[in-house]
């Protein structure tokens, strides 16, 4: 299943040098992206803090999970747009860059890999001896609030500190990805910066990963508090990326209006089309194809414009000379006239 990328652009911008302009992946081609992509950052966002203290350093866990968003996305963005998470997938989807049952497929794609990435994690614990009870070792790793938090933090702060995290994160995705941004190629550094930023607070709250496939692939091998507690780990997350969405569809990608015969009869139509001017990072279209709207644009008649013209020039003479005695009073109520 694949979505034609449109043939024009508003901005006329040229693809860069060396991309195939052409080159538009199939939905089980963006699944696998989005699968391997979720699966390396699990790996390392859990993987590096389950394997080191991170009370001695804790600058570790975090920086490794931003490069390895970096990473992910330098590598897998230009076939799936570089998702890797079910909060950023839900903001393209609000913002309007894809569409609903592919972003429920996204998430399925992310579901499973980070549960892989989880499950490899678990079977290497298993493999240490020192380690006597591995759900006890994934326990330092799970986000939870309460006595679960580092700091003790209630539920009401973590709850705070993951929406606005996640909608930070999520806005700086969807600025830093825009096809209008001339620094989108600096979007993966953008992404994985934001994130490390972000995991150095979450971590001392209560290890909060902004990704609610991270949250739940390692609450599923940890203890039992952690699934009764996982329902805050996703419903924050994505109430800020609703919020980072909404605000974003409203202002950042609406260009300006364009008046009607400003461009004449072969007016650019995605100049004024708002909605399908957006594309997704991956390729995908809006809902509203430009192909579709140029067939449905009234086709200038070349032959005949000069008769048309003069016969418009010559109709608005008479009906300037034929207004008759109540043109000026009319004038008067319409408040036309002049001085």
Known sequence: MTFPLSAHHADNTPPPAGADASFSPGLVARLSAEVFGTLFLVMVGLGVPLFSIPSSNPMSASLAAGLGVTAAMLA??????????????????????????????????????????????????????????????????????????????????????????????????????????????????AVGLTLAVLLQLGQAVGNTPFNPARAAASAFFSSSWSLEQLWLFWVAPLVGAAIAGLVFRGFAETPAAVPLGAGGAGADLADVDPVDDELDNDGLEDDVDDAALAEAAPVPDR???????????SGAAGTENDRGPGGDAQDFFDGKSSQ
């Open 303 to 313: 032959k005949n414009s000069r008769t048309l013209g003069a016969s418009t020039a």
């Open 76 to 189: 897998f963005a230009y076939i799936s747009g570089g998702h890797f998470n079910p909060a950023i997938t839900v903001g393209n989807a609000i913002a309007g860059r894809i569409r609903l049952p592919e972003a429920a497929a996204y998430i399925g794609a992310q579901l499973v890999g980070a549960g892989v990435g989880a499950l490899a994690l678990f079977g290497i614990l298993r493999t240490v001896p020192t380690i006597k009870d591995t759900r006890t070792a994934f326990d330092t790793v799970t986000a939870g609030f309460g006595e679960h938090s580092i700091i003790q933090a209630p539920m009401a702060g973590v709850l705070l500190v993951e929406v606005l995290g996640a909608a930070l994160l999520v806005a700086v995705f969807l600025g830093a990805t825009a096809r209008r941004n001339v620094h989108k190629a600096a979007a993966p550094f």
